[in-house]
């Protein structure tokens, strides 16, 4: 009998070289142009972008979109400790 282990892949930012944790949900809802920032949950969602948050504070929507901060509570970002991707 075999068993197999698996191990959870750290989840991480979805921004290209960023290698911080992702800790915000990324959600658009493009009948009502809203996108919305909520704390990251157990469940995984390949339709959602997965950011950190420094990258979340950064966001911007698109031009004539809202964009509603739904995390709890709202998430302090200290810079000094970002850490970035490099490849060879």
Known sequence: MFSYV???QPRLCSRPLCAND???LLLFDYETRL???KAINK???SNLMELCAVHADR???PQGWSCHDEREPKV???RSHVQYAFRD
């Open 6 to 8: 698996t191990t959870s």
């Open 22 to 24: 992702a800790q915000v």
């Open 35 to 37: 996108v919305e920032l």
């Open 43 to 45: 469940t995984r969602d």
């Open 59 to 61: 966001f911007r929507p």
């Open 76 to 78: 302090n970002v200290d």
